[in-house]
């Protein structure tokens, strides 16, 4: 069974940044997307970064600029740096990987608060 467990969380302050990241059970190639949602208190979960096996990444919009999709493939992770937090990027953000189905993270809390 394929686990994807995230890391680095928190809460900062508005203007802050963030590092998340998703470690995979196993390689990170095997993923034909890997990527990111998240999901703020009463709405739904949302799309906000992802990249395929080939390199192509996708971000939404109000984070394009702010937030920088990475991949370490020896290490089997991948990253979300996200700069210039702003309270309304606050949200459980979840890692997923895509192969003949989708494997979630269990998420991690995001605040942007001061």
């Known amino acids: 069974q394929v686990q994807l467990v995230e890391s680095g969380g928190g809460l900062v302050q508005p203007g802050g940044s963030l590092r998340l990241s998703c470690a995979a059970s196993?390689?990170?190639?095997?993923?034909?997307?890997m990527g990111w949602y998240r999901q703020a208190p009463g709405k739904e979960r949302v799309l906000v970064a992802a990249m395929s096996g080939g390199g192509s990444t996708y971000y939404a919009d109000s984070v394009k600029g702010r937030f920088t999709f990475s991949r370490d493939v020896a290490k089997n992770t991948v990253s979300l740096h996200m700069d210039n937090l702003k309270p309304e990027d606050t949200a459980v953000y979840y890692c997923y990987g895509d192969q003949a189905r989708r494997f979630w993270g269990q998420g991690t809390q995001v605040t942007v608060s001061s």
């Open positions: 196993e390689s990170i190639s095997s993923f034909n997307v």
